[in-house]
T-cell receptor, first 116, second 110 residues
Framework: GAGVSQSPRYKVTKRGQDVALRCDPISGHVSLYWYRQALGQGPEFLTYFNYEAQQDKSGLPNDRFSAERPEGSISTLTIQRTEQRDSAMYRC??????????????FGEGSRLTVL | DAKTTQPPSMDCAEGRAANLPCNHSTISGNEYVYWYRQIHSQGPQYIIHGLKNNETNEMASLIITEDRKSSTLILPHATLRDTAVYYCIVRAPGANNLFFGTGTRLTVIP
């Protein structure tokens, strides 16, 4: 597709369940980012990939959160044993490179996670 | 770790210029100033970026002070569709993390 695609758009789960959120970046984009956004706040960085390599995972809140991008394209963010505080909008972004105009991030529409 | 300071909200009359300030007094020599905006529940959208020269594109103009400690995003003729949260971000080349902060909520008034 032309833009960054995320699925599912909405996910409601019970506390303790695992969830997997998928991101399909713009074709050819080297860098892929995961952000989390709480209501009324700006996006908060979680992790970042260049190709298939996870370059920075310093924003992942704890070890229940993990991400992968095995073939350097589609990425999955997995949250294990979900808790209510994990409820948020999870946004994926991709960029051609990491600097200048080519460092422009293109964001998807997000996956809204609600943990009951 | 906020590197930028922005007013939490601003209003602007439709058709007038919207001038959104940003303070980045601790900016490093190689850090760029980026502006993004987020309309309602959509993902953030890139607007413009610059290093030290003023920049203009089809969306906006970016004025960076000579000492680079502050900048202003100018929307020359604001429309109702420009109502959004505007984020000012400083970023070094190759840095992966854009720190968004809380931005400025611009409301364009008819």
């Amino acid at each position: 597709g032309a833009g960054v695609s995320q699925s599912p758009r909405y996910k409601v789960t019970k506390r303790g369940q695992d969830v997997a959120l998928r991101c399909d970046p713009i074709s050819g984009h080297v860098s892929l980012y995961w952000y989390r956004q709480a209501l009324g706040q700006g996006p908060e960085f979680l992790t970042y990939f260049n190709y298939e390599a996870q370059q920075d995972k310093s924003g992942l809140p704890n070890d229940r959160f993990s991400a992968e991008r095995p073939e350097g394209s589609i990425s999955t963010l997995t949250i294990q044993r979900t808790e209510q505080r994990d409820s948020a909008m999870y946004r994926c972004a991709s960029s051609l490179l990491t600097s200048g105009k080519a460092g422009e991030l293109f964001f998807g529409e997000g996956s809204r996670l609600t943990v009951l | 770790d906020a590197k930028t300071t922005q007013p939490p909200s601003m209003d602007c009359a439709e058709g007038r210029a919207a001038n959104l300030p940003c303070n980045h007094s601790t900016i490093s020599g190689n850090e760029y100033v980026y502006w993004y905006r987020q309309i309602h529940s959509q993902g953030p959208q890139y607007i413009i970026h610059g290093l030290k020269n003023n920049e203009t594109n089809e969306m906006a103009s970016l004025i960076i002070t000579e000492d680079r400690k502050s900048s202003t995003l100018i929307l020359p003729h604001a429309t109702l569709r420009d109502t959004a949260v505007y984020y000012c971000i400083v970023r070094a080349p190759g840095a992966n993390n854009l720190f968004f902060g809380t931005g400025t909520r611009l409301t364009v008034i008819p």
